[in-house]
C-alpha cells in the first residue's frame, strides 16, 4: 500500500503575511484619520476604512475555517499557507476577495466567498465538519458586535459622527454576511454546516450547483421586494445595538466617495 508523504510546513507557513499587516495597518491609518477629520476627502478616507476593515475580516473568516480544519485532522492546512492570513494564498482568490469587495462597492452588501480548500477525507466526525464551516461566519459575527460595541455603549453622540457612521456601514456589511452565509444554499458556509448530515444521494444531487450559490443570492437580492425586506431585517437586527439606519445610510453615502464628486 502506497502513502503520500504529507509536507512538514516550512518556515513562515504559519507566519503573519506581510499583505494582512499591509491591510491592517491601512485600516487603522484610515480610521484615524476619519476620527482626527485629517483627511482632505473624508469619503475616500471612509472608503479606505471600509474596503481594508472588510478583506481584514476576509482574511479572519478564511483563517478560521483554516485554523478549525487543521485542529480537527487536516494537517495539509499549514503547507498550504492559509495560516499566513495572506489572501492570496486561497484557492480562489476570486471568490474570496475580489468578488465580495465589488459587491460591497456595487450594492453595500456583505457578501463572503469561500476559498479555502480542505481535505475532508482527513476529518472524521459530523461534527467537526459541521463547526469547520460554521467557524468563518462566526468570525462575522464576532466581528460585527465589536464594531456595534460602541453603538451599544452610547458612543454614538460623542464620538465623531462620520466615524460612527463609516463603523456602522463597516457592521452591516459584517451582519449581511453573517446571515447570508450561514443560509443553507450550496456553495455557502451554511449548507456546508448541514451537508454531513444530508445522505449521501442528497449530496450528490447537490453538489453541481455548489458553484453557482454564491451568485444566485446576490442575484435575488437584487430584486426590489426581497432587497427592502432583507435590509429592513438587517436594521432590526442592528437596531439591538442601537444602530440606527440614519448611521449606516450616512456611512454608505460617505463610502461611495465618487458619487459625492462635483
Known amino acids: 500500500m502506497s502513502v503520500t508523504p504529507i509536507r512538514r510546513a516550512q518556515h513562515g507557513d504559519s507566519r503573519i503575511s506581510p499583505i494582512f499587516l499591509a491591510i491592517a495597518a491601512v485600516m487603522v491609518a484610515s480610521g484615524w484619520a476619519v476620527w482626527r477629520e485629517f483627511a482632505s476627502n473624508k469619503g475616500f478616507a471612509v472608503f479606505l476604512f471600509v474596503v481594508s476593515g472588510w478583506l481584514v475580516s476576509l482574511c479572519l473568516h478564511e483563517y478560521a475555517h483554516a485554523r478549525t480544519a487543521l485542529h480537527s485532522g ?3 492546512i499549514e503547507s498550504k499557507g492559509y495560516l499566513t ?7 480562489n ?3 474570496s476577495v475580489i468578488l465580495p469587495v465589488i459587491f460591497v462597492i456595487a450594492g453595500g452588501i456583505g457578501l463572503p466567498g469561500g476559498a479555502v480548500f480542505i481535505e475532508r477525507g482527513r476529518i472524521r466526525g459530523r461534527w467537526r465538519h459541521s463547526l469547520i464551516s460554521a467557524a468563518g461566519p462566526l468570525v462575522n459575527v464576532l466581528f460585527a458586535i465589536v464594531l456595534m460595541l460602541p453603538f451599544a455603549l452610547g458612543k454614538a453622540d460623542s464620538w465623531p459622527t462620520d466615524f460612527m457612521a463609516a463603523l456602522a456601514f463597516l457592521a452591516r456589511l459584517q451582519v449581511t454576511a453573517a446571515i447570508l452565509n450561514l443560509l443553507p444554499v450550496p456553495g455557502l458556509d451554511g449548507y456546508g454546516i448541514w451537508e454531513p448530515w ?41 437596531g439591538w445595538f442601537n444602530v440606527h439606519a440614519i448611521y449606516m445610510d450616512y456611512g454608505y453615502t460617505l463610502f461611495r466617495f465618487w458619487k459625492n464628486q462635483g
Open 74 to 76: 487536516d494537517i495539509s
Open 85 to 91: 492570513l495572506n489572501p492570496l494564498k486561497y484557492t
Open 93 to 95: 482568490a476570486l471568490l
Open 198 to 238: 444530508l445522505s449521501y444521494n442528497i449530496r450528490r444531487q447537490v453538489e453541481p450547483f455548489a458553484q453557482f450559490g454564491l451568485l444566485a443570492v446576490f442575484g435575488v437580492l437584487w430584486i426590489p421586494s426581497v432587497n427592502i425586506k432583507f435590509f429592513d431585517a438587517i436594521n432590526s437586527v442592528m
